[in-house]
């Protein structure tokens, strides 16, 4: 997932957001399928696409925020808001299957909460990059480069400089 978009060189905003609507389309995916191999198959696109959008979080937050300070917070945002759906979507998912008596409504729910949130993921990628375009003025704007890539590098500096920063 990460070598394609540093090839295609898409932003990790936009990378992340394409993996949680293929998420989406996986979850939504296990309903129609009958047989063991499918679901299998279905079950492997789905970790792929999910360990590709979890590794994204520190990359994207880094593009939007621009900022070693802000980004650790904005991750910290993320996490914090991250592990609360997941501490709260399993008593909901047992909560509808009481209700129905079936998994249909929990699946279907489930994929189109990550198709939905990985549409906004993508209109956030398109609002950085506007706003990046209005304030092109500067020198930093118009050196840097949104590649995969160039982003991931800087945020592995911005790391190392906070973690150098706060033993000192």
């Keep these: 997932m990460l070598a394609v978009g540093d090839r295609l060189q898409l932003t990790p905003m936009l990378l992340q957001g394409l993996g949680l609507i293929a998420m989406g389309f996986c979850a939504v995916v296990m309903l129609i399928i009958n047989n063991y ?28 925020l621009k900022s070693p300070e802000k980004s650790a917070h904005g991750l910290g945002h993320c996490q914090f808001w991250d592990s609360i759906f ?11 299957y009481d209700v ?40 930093f704007a118009k050196e840097r480069n949104n590649t995969f890539g ?3 590098a800087q945020y592995m500096y911005n790391a190392r400089n906070l973690t150098i920063e706060s033993s000192l």
């Design 86 to 96: 997941v501490f709260i979507g399993p008593p909901i998912a047992g909560f509808l």
């Design 37 to 64: 191999a499918g679901l299998l198959s279905s079950i492997i696109l789905f970790s792929f696409f999910s360990g590709g959008t979890l590794f994204l979080s520190g990359p994207s937050v880094e593009q939007a």
């Design 100 to 139: 129905t008596g079936s998994y249909t409504a929990p699946y279907l729910i489930g994929g189109l909460s990550l198709v939905i949130s990985g549409a906004l993921v993508i209109a956030g990628d398109r609002s950085v990059k506007r706003r990046r375009r209005l304030s092109s003025s500067s020198s």
């Design 150 to 152: 160039s982003i991931m």
